[in-house]
């Protein structure tokens, strides 16, 4: 029986692929046997469990940039995490470990390539996290989701694979999204959603636009992120009905993107779902993400004419009313984006990560 372990989570950018390769390796291989380990604060604790996967956890948390006191607490998280992290591969002893980005990846990854498992990571971002560039040393392989992502890493270890899609979105569809949310098709769509956290600076922006696409006709569906839907809601009160939607956390974000003509979104794991859908976007950086990654996973859309990218500095409700509204009502540049969008796509993303990991399975056989 094959046994996989995968680490990595704190937002769906990191747990999602995770949850999308191990679904390819069991349709391969179904005897195959699999465990999570992410963090014990992070998203996975609800993501993980909810789509029928074991989950543990480590004590870890992010590095305070700041010198404080709070970085000797999180030194000794760190240490600890590693002396946990060794005793999940003693007592699990997986085949592979897999890392897909995160606080938990950092130390699994690390132990498990020190102690000579199997490793391969996976990188969503266009410029890589601290993490996965010192962990390139070590592991044996590395799968990256874009190919300005190659120059950081040994060139004999990695591969652009792509970011693996849920089945969801791979089997989402425009049309039949719009029939179940009750959306003609003649009727302008803008989905504006902040990632699996939410974002307040977008979330406020956007509340000041609310009365404007109103006007414009645009139906509006808006995932907040359940931190701000409440005060976002008496702000929308005057709007809400069939031209604005408020939703706190999106159980179906496939079928929302599927129907949308334009998404407004953080520039992170969510890009490779609009490529995939062929989806024209606005795409606003989060300014204090590690490493300005986000800024560069935009860059790579922008340039490529699949999206406008609008920074946060720059962000201001009439500006984002106007971009919108420029791409909703010009129908050849709607057509481009999406066009572009769609060129930017690796389908076979899942696929080829898990040829990967097979990879390393047959090595370990020989």
């Not at 266009?126 to 300005?148: C, G, M, Q, Y």
Request: a neutral charge; charged letters at 20%; proline letters at 6%.
């Amino acid at each position: 029986m094959i046994k996989v372990l995968f680490a990595g989570g704190g937002t769906g950018g990191h747990v999602y692929p995770a949850i999308a390769l191990a679904r390819e390796l069991i349709k391969r291989h179904p005897t195959a046997d699999t465990l999570f380990v992410g963090a014990k604060r992070g998203l996975e604790n609800q993501i993980v469990p909810s789509e029928g996967f074991r989950l543990t956890t480590l004590e870890i948390t992010s590095f305070p940039r700041r010198l404080s006191i709070e970085q000797l607490r999180t030194a000794s998280r760190a240490f600890w995490a590693l002396v946990e992290a060794r005793r999940i591969l003693c007592e699990y002893r997986p085949d592979v470990v897999v890392g897909t980005g995160g606080y938990a990846a950092g130390p699994m990854l690390l132990v498990a390539a020190l102690y000579d498992y199997p490793t391969l990571i996976h990188e969503q971002n266009a410029f890589p996290s601290l993490t996965n560039r010192l962990l390139s040393r070590f592991v044996d392989k590395i799968a990256v989701s874009h190919s300005a992502a190659l120059p950081f890493f040994p060139k004999q270890k990695v591969t652009v694979t792509g970011n693996p899609l849920r089945p969801e979105v791979l089997s989402a569809d425009g049309k039949s999204a719009r029939y179940k949310l009750g959306i003609s098709q003649e009727e302008k769509v803008l989905v504006v959603v902040g990632g699996s956290g939410g974002a307040m600076v977008l979330n406020e922006t956007l509340s000041k636009c609310y009365g404007e696409f109103a006007r414009r006709q645009v139906r509006v569906f808006h995932v907040t992120g359940k931190r701000d839907f409440e005060f976002l809601k008496r702000i929308a009160a005057p709007y809400l009905g069939p031209q604005l939607e408020l939703i706190d956390y999106a159980t179906d974000l496939p079928s929302l993107l599927a129907a949308a003509d334009l998404v407004v979104s953080r520039p992170g794991s969510t890009t490779a779902e609009l490529a995939y859908l062929g989806k024209p976007s606005i795409l606003i950086p989060f300014p204090s993400a590690a490493e300005n990654h986000q800024h560069h996973n935009a860059r790579v859309f922008s340039e490529a004419g699949a999206a406008i990218l609008l920074e946060q500095q720059d962000l201001t409700p009439e500006r984002l009313v106007a971009l919108a509204s420029e791409v909703l009502f010009d129908h050849k540049k709607l057509s481009s984006m999406s066009e572009q969008a769609t060129e930017l796509a690796l389908p076979r993303a899942g696929e080829d990560l898990c040829d990967l990991l097979e990879g390393l399975l047959l090595t370990l056989s020989k």
